[in-house]
T-cell receptor, first 112, second 115 residues
Framework: KQEVTQIPAALSVPEGENLVLNCSFT??????LQWFRQDPGKGLTSLLL?????REQTSGRLNASLDKSSGRSTLYIAASQPGDSATYLC???????????FGKGTTLSVSS | SAVISQKPSRDICQRGTSLTIQCQVD?????MFWYRQQPGQSLTLIAT?????????ESGFVIDKFPISRPNLTFSTLTVSNMSPEDSSIYLC????????????FGPGTRLTVL
């Protein structure tokens, strides 16, 4: 059974810092991996999707990498801002047509 | 992308009652899923809602407790039956737009509190 782990569970940084959020998964046979953002009391916003054949994806200040063989992904946030404060969730899809399996998330707080 | 709406957005219910949550999508989708997010926890998949047939439930979830309907390609309901305080959670609908499409989209969620 696929299990997804995110480290750290919580992170506090001052504005402007670059930071890395980690995600690991136990079964390397994934179809894709998706990073989400969840704001308190709100739904999920998709940030980046990496196909199993890809190594990384970038969107603005966000860069996600994937090392499928080692079962790891990282989300890099450059020049963090207070507006980046949220919970970041990593999720993997085992096969096309199946549902995402989620980690517990990393709660990020960026202070001004 | 897809616009997904859920009703109600939140509710407070009494123990022993049932609540039906609706999920409406603005376009036809191939896959619809229901997730639960308990307080302080991540999302757990409850079931896959299958159009025209019974839902496929994950381990630990049963049809008697969480009956699901999906009468067409844009709409699904999840009922939380005979509720207890342990059912207090956020329930989220999620969709995949088309076969071969990879991104999974989520509705805003329904925040349920059971007293």
């Amino acid at each position: 059974k696929q299990e997804v782990t995110q480290i750290p569970a919580a992170l506090s940084v001052p504005e402007g810092e670059n930071l890395v959020l980690n995600c690991s998964f136990t079964d390397s046979a994934i179809y894709n991996l998706q990073w989400f953002r969840q704001d308190p009391g709100k739904g999920l916003t998709s940030l980046l999707l990496i196909q199993s054949s890809q190594r990384e994806q970038t969107s603005g200040r966000l860069n996600a990498s994937l090392d499928k063989s080692s079962g790891r992904s990282t989300l890099y946030i450059a020049a963090s801002q207070p507006g980046d404060s949220a919970t970041y969730l990593c999720a993997v899809k085992g096969q096309a047509g199946t549902a995402l399996i989620f980690g517990k998330g990393t709660t990020l707080s960026v202070s001004s | 992308s897809a616009v997904i709406s859920q009703k109600p957005s939140r509710d407070i219910c009494q123990r022993g009652t049932s609540l039906t949550i609706q999920c409406q999508v603005d376009s036809q989708v191939t896959m619809m899923f229901w997730y639960r997010q308990q307080p302080g926890q991540s999302l757990t998949l409850i079931a896959t809602a299958n159009q025209g047939s019974e839902a496929t439930y994950e381990s630990g979830f049963v049809i008697d407790k969480f009956p699901i309907s999906r009468p067409n390609l844009t709409f699904s309901t999840l009922t939380v039956s005979n509720m207890s305080p342990e059912d207090s959670s956020i329930y989220l609908c999620s969709v995949v737009l088309a076969a071969g499409a990879d991104t999974q989209y989520f509705g805003p969620g329904t925040r349920l509190t059971v007293l």
